[in-house]
């Protein structure tokens, strides 16, 4: 029963951080469609992640009482194959997308991504190793990869909209993949100052995803990207409304 309500735990939080974040968009409506490819694309990330992993990372450095140095480069390649494994797809299909437009958008699609990677993983581990790991899971990682992607994917469209290149978001992608290499070290380091730097990393992040959120909503509006202020997309039924008139002419509906 306790194990059922971790499970449940970890799909409400999943559902009600994309709820959060997509009810909260102000401005064009996103395809449907493409929110749950984001989606899709994260959970086809996670088995990807998993294969090239099986592939890559010798599994006896993993082991308790191992080498903390081959320790530390396991999970950093970890790090490294799971965000791009993320990323890299959907941002390659984002990128020149005319809806992917707004600053807001970077982090709800690829908020998305990390949800779709990161719920199957939370339950696989779940079930595999019980309530324990669970409740230590539901804790420390239910939104991690979501706000690691999240984020690089809110620098992804603000490169966008500022005009500049796709390939010099790798800085700040790289920057994801060593925290997130750093955060599983701590965590399986079995050494409790590591383990609080995790733990510490894991708040941050999570602040630092809502943080950017807020600041996306305003830089949006400042744009005249969004409903708030400037009215250049009606709230009801997300038409454009170049001419900013009160009440929408597709819905008649106030924009």
């Known amino acids: 029963m306790l194990l059922f309500f971790i499970l449940l735990l970890f799909i409400s939080a999943a559902v009600g951080l994309a709820w959060f974040f997509i009810s909260h968009d102000h ?17 086809l990330g996670a088995v990807m992640a998993a294969t090239i992993g099986g592939w890559v990372i010798n599994a006896e450095d993993l082991l308790p009482g191992g080498s903390h140095a081959a320790l530390l480069i396991a999970m950093l390649l970890i790090g490294v194959i799971e965000e791009a494994c993320k990323f890299v797809p959907l941002s390659a299909i984002l ?58 994917g809110y620098y ?50 999570s602040v630092a995803l809502f943080t950017l959120y807020v600041r996306a909503t305003e830089l949006d509006q400042d744009m005249g990207l969004t ?10 039924c997300g038409a454009a409304n170049p001419k900013k008139h009160l009440h929408c002419t597709q819905c008649g509906k106030n924009a």
């Not at 401005?27 to 994260?42: H, S, T």
């Not at 992917?100 to 990677?117: K, P, R, V």
């Not at 800085?171 to 965590?187: K, W």
């Not at 409903?227 to 009801?236: D, L, Y």
């Open 27 to 43: 401005g064009e409506k996103e395809p449907i469609g493409m929110l749950w490819l984001a989606v899709f694309l994260g959970a």
């Open 95 to 152: 990128w020149k997308k005319r809806y992917f437009n707004e600053h807001t958008d970077g982090i709800i699609y690829f908020s998305l991504a990390g949800l779709g990677f990161g719920l199957p993983e939370n339950i696989l581990y779940t079930a595999q190793f019980g309530v324990k790991t669970g409740l230590i899971r539901m804790i420390l990682t239910p939104i991690f990869h979501a706000a690691t992607t999240g984020i690089v």
């Open 156 to 205: 992804l469209v603000k490169r966008k909209l500022d005009g500049k290149s796709y390939i010099g978001i790798w800085p700040i992608l790289l920057a994801a993949m060593i925290i997130h290499g750093l955060y599983n070290f701590g965590l399986t380091s079995g050494i409790q100052l590591y383990a609080g730097l995790s733990v510490l990393i894991t708040l941050v992040l």
């Open 227 to 236: 409903t708030v202020g400037h009215n250049s997309f009606c709230r009801s």
